[in-house]
């Protein structure tokens, strides 16, 4: 199971940390991503991490605002998010290959 928490309504240029509690499965032996989905539209991913946490990868369209980590002992998937714009606005999940969570509300809005 996944459970992602942290999401909330923020200002433009405002940041928040969204974190996802993993249960029922081996946490660190799993790459973990996260996606959004925005109002009308598909997923689209934002972030992936690999087991130890040594490499993260981050979509052109957050790099430079997020920073994905984890940590292992636990088991904990972490997003941070500064500079934020009302396009970041959308349902947050975190994933790995077999689960996905029911995701956080993130609204960007003055």
């Known amino acids: 199971q996944l459970v992602e928490s942290g999401g909330g309504l923020v200002q433009p240029g405002g940041s928040l940390r969204l974190s996802c509690t993993a249960s029922?499965?081996?946490?660190?032996?799993?790459?973990m991503t996260w996606v959004r989905q925005a109002p009308g539209k598909g997923l689209e991913w934002v972030s992936g991490i690999n087991t130890s946490g040594s490499n993260t990868r981050y979509a052109d369209s957050v790099k430079g605002r997020f920073t994905i980590s984890r940590d292992n002992a636990a088991n904990t998937l972490y997003l941070q998010m500064n500079s934020l714009k009302p396009e970041d606005t959308a349902v947050y999940y975190c994933?790995?290959?077999?689960?996905r969570g029911q995701g956080t509300q993130v609204t960007i809005s003055s």
């Open positions: 029922g499965f081996t946490f660190s032996n799993y790459d």
């Open positions: 994933a790995n290959s077999a689960l």
